[in-house]
């Protein structure tokens, strides 16, 4: 949710959300109650996709090694972090292999 929140007030483009989970996407693209322990995350990210342009975008499980390597630095430092212009240590052999491209319209 921080890194959303990051990306809407850091730019105008659409906001692309990736993630290997079908389930949280279609969670986050409908309009339904959400009854579950995160419900009220969930709540939270939709009101910060209704600023923006939001783009759902399902990728394989392989294409999110970034994503699973900054969580665990995350859990294992109990730490959260922003790294603007630079990647950070822990992701610099992975981030050039784990590029998802992406074609706006």
Not at 20 to 42: F, H, M, R, W
Not at 67 to 76: E, Q
Request: charged content about 15%; overall charge neutral; hydrophobic content about 40%.
């Amino acid at each position: 949710m921080q890194g959303m929140a990051l990306a809407i007030q850091n730019t105008s483009l659409p906001v692309v959300v990736q993630s290997d989970s079908a389930k949280a996407l279609s969670i986050l693209s409908n309009n339904g109650l959400v009854k579950s322990a995160y419900g009220q995350l969930v709540l939270e990210i939709k009101e910060l996709m209704s600023s923006r342009e939001f783009l759902p975008q399902k990728i394989h499980r392989s294409q999110n090694c970034v994503a699973d390597r900054l969580a665990t630095y995350s859990r294992s430092e109990r730490t959260t972090a922003v790294w603007l212009q630079l990647a950070p240590p822990c992701i610099e052999e992975l981030w050039p292999l784990d590029c998802n491209t992406i074609t706006l319209q």
